[in-house]
């Protein structure tokens, strides 16, 4: 349990970010492009290849796509299309080792099947190549959780994934049983050439959908995001299909220390998974007052899931109270110190949702995770309706030993009713990482406390710029999303930032007079 340091605690006062230092970034650090005509379709993803930058746009029976020159910041080619089956949906576009392809549905009434289809893009001739067909389902499946391109909901019926090098694929979806909530989950594994490599099938009872990752060997993980929920637990099970024994299905089980429960996700970082999260200290009375969780965290932890079918060491570091009194009320330090001595309650920072994992060259890691709680409402129907609260981000780093060399809490205060929206974007530098998000334009001027916005309003895109060595950090206003260098835009989103170089990054906004334009900026 943590240490506390009573007559620190009490004297200690409050600190916020711009204390670590603040400065707006030059206007020469960006560079506007020549406008072009506007292309308006409700979903939109962006990505960058070698030689420029493709954008894949969607909207009822068309798809556009459109190349970019990221030098000149100028449209290369854009071309539209319509030639897809009658009442097609668009799943998702994904990269497969330098290559792109477009996947679509369609339920054929005829039949009775469900189909998938994928077409190439050529990124010369900005066109499709060929359709190539996936699936032919028999029968319904079910349908996968709302996803979000450009912070707009759509539903997917299948999950398609690849690997954090975009060298593996996977596409995964549930047969539906019409006798119970369960069904037959369904996993295939293809290779560049979208050749099913592997299938499996197995039951599954749960109504809800796991989450999945697939790893640069092929095997693909399969976990609860219990960050969708109020779930916690001692005991983590993980499911892994080892593409090394044919992909035969085993389960792992991550048991917690006595007195303590977490949730967290997996993810790989080079070539290695890893399982992260954040968990909570019960106090020692809890068995005898019945304390009960509260959505509070205050400690995080990893495990390395390299050597699977041995025991793996369970990394843990407890959030000191000062670091979570940092950035809080003087009414809510007061609570916390006294809880802490009491027993009775948890004291904590909210719930630390994992984001990202970046291993350096010595073998340490830095961890990102995002601290986010959830509460319910009543709306004028008496339907509960969920809201998303993010506060701050929390970014440590560990030796290659597994030893805690720091931890940094970077305070943002802001609303979402959209858990699947965008709310930052990772940019790497050569000495420093950034952490970009919209800021509540309230912060341009040094404040005892982080106003509260929502999500998506106006506000000023900002970064946190952390030294990957030292932890220190600074944060750098970029500019306002609805003016840039004396320009009115609109339409910016973080979903749609792109970075090409370290230091860089490249996003496309609406200018009004129908024209979209190329910005590029930076920060390095």
């Not at 090394?244 to 303590?260: G, M």
């Not at 090409?500 to 900026?521: A, M, Q, R, S």
Request: aromatic fraction near 12%.
């Amino acid at each position: 349990m943590r240490k506390i340091n009573l007559l620190f605690s009490i004297l200690f006062i409050t600190q916020i970010v711009f204390g670590q230092g603040s400065k707006l970034l030059p206007t020469e650090n960006v560079q506007i492009g020549k406008p072009y005509l506007y292309k308006n379709e409700k979903v939109k993803q962006y990505f960058s290849y070698e030689g420029g930058m493709l954008a894949v746009k969607a909207s009822g029976g068309r798809v556009t796509i459109q190349t970019y020159d990221t030098d000149k910041l100028t449209l290369k080619k854009v071309k539209s299309f319509t030639n897809f089956p009658a009442g097609f949906v668009f799943e998702d576009c994904i990269e497969l080792k330098g290559r792109f392809f477009l996947f679509y549905s369609n339920w054929d009434k005829n039949t009775n099947k469900q189909q998938l289809f994928a077409r190439e893009i050529d990124l010369v001739n900005c066109d499709l190549k060929g359709e190539k067909s996936i699936f032919n389902i028999e029968g319904k499946i079910k349908r996968t959780p709302i996803s979000s391109f450009a912070n707009k909901l759509y539903p997917r019926r299948f999950k398609i994934i690849t690997s954090l090098g975009k060298t593996n694929l996977a596409i995964i979806y549930i047969k539906s049983d019409v006798n119970s909530s369960g069904g037959i989950e369904c996993l295939n594994v293809f290779d560049v050439d979208l050749n099913i490599k592997w299938e499996k099938e197995e039951w599954t009872i749960s109504s809800s959908w796991p989450d999945y990752i697939i790893d640069s060997q092929e095997s693909i993980y399969s976990f609860t995001d219990n960050y969708l929920s109020s779930n916690i637990s001692k005991n983590i099970n993980i499911t892994k299909y080892d593409a090394n024994l044919n992909w035969v299905s085993s389960l792992k089980t991550i048991k917690l220390r006595e007195n303590t429960m977490g949730k967290g996700k997996v993810i790989e970082v080079d070539r290695v998974v890893m399982y992260s999260g954040g968990y909570t200290n019960f106090p020692k009375k809890s068995l005898t007052h019945n304390i009960k969780y509260n959505n509070k965290m205050n400690g995080i932890f990893y495990v390395d899931l390299t050597n699977w079918y041995k025991s793996s060491e369970i990394h843990y570091f407890d959030i000191p109270l000062k670091l979570i009194n940092e950035n809080i009320s003087r009414v809510e330090i007061n609570k916390n110190i006294k809880n802490e001595l009491e027993g009775e309650v948890i004291v904590g920072m909210g719930e630390l949702n994992p984001l990202k994992i970046e291993r350096l060259k010595d073998g340490s890691l830095i961890f990102f995770r995002e601290e986010r709680s959830i509460k319910e409402h009543s709306n004028q129907h008496g339907d509960l309706r969920p809201t998303f609260y993010y506060k701050y981000l929390l970014v440590s780093k560990v030796n290659k030993e597994g030893e805690h060399l720091w931890i940094k809490k970077l305070p943002r205060k802001f609303y979402s009713a959209n858990k699947y929206e965008s709310t930052i974007s990772f940019i790497q530098g050569n000495k420093n990482d950034y952490i970009v998000y919209i800021d509540n334009i309230k912060n341009l001027n040094p404040t005892s406390s982080i106003p509260l916005m929502q999500n998506g309003s106006d506000g000023y895109l900002s970064a946190f710029s952390i030294n990957k060595e030292t932890g220190n950090f600074k944060k750098v206003f970029l500019f306002e999303t609805k003016k840039i260098n004396k320009l009115n835009i609109s339409d910016f989103k973080l979903s749609k930032i792109v970075s090409k170089t370290k230091g860089e990054f490249i996003f496309e906004v609406y200018k009004k007079k129908k024209e979209d334009v190329l910005i590029k900026v930076k920060l390095d």
